[in-house]
Nanobody, 128 residues
Framework: QVQLEESGGDSVQPGGSLKLSCAVSGYTDTDYCLAWFRQAPGKEREGVAALHAGAGSAYYADSVKERFTLSRDNVKNTMFLQMNSLVPEDTATYYC?????????????????????WGRGTQVTVSS
């Protein structure tokens, strides 16, 4: 059974940084794409970034490029989302999600329905 658990959410001031973690269990190999989504109050859940567990480049939403960075630790089966230069618009609940795939693709990594497994989310609040 695949399980995802996010951690690392917190309240920070604008310009601050946070590092989110997504611990993954239940996969027998690394053939899955992991994405981070976020949902602010009253808004739809949107894709933030994605990275394949095995290999390949990361994808980022335009709103977070140059500020957020994905990385993975396959020994610990964990993916990380380093978030720098945070702004109030980054305030949201952040979710990680996975889908079986040989790669994350640039034209569909952000499509929510394609993901099979979701974590419960971690709250990020950016406020002065």
């Amino acid at each position: 059974q695949v399980q995802l658990e996010e951690s690392g959410g917190d309240s920070v001031q604008p310009g601050g940084s946070l590092k989110l973690s997504c611990a993954v269990s239940g996969y027998t190999d690394t053939d899955y794409c992991l994405a981070w989504f976020r949902q602010a109050p009253g808004k739809e859940r949107e894709g933030v970034a994605a990275l394949h567990a095995g290999a390949g480049s990361a994808y980022y939403a335009d709103s977070v490029k140059e500020r957020f960075t994905l990385s993975r630790d396959n020994v610990k089966n964990t993916m990380f989302l380093q978030m720098n230069s945070l702004v109030p618009e980054d305030t949201a609940t952040y979710y990680c999600a996975t889908k079986l795939a040989l790669a994350c693709w640039g034209d569909d990594w952000f499509q929510r329905p394609r993901y099979d497994h979701w974590g419960r989310g971690t709250q990020v609040t950016v406020s002065s």
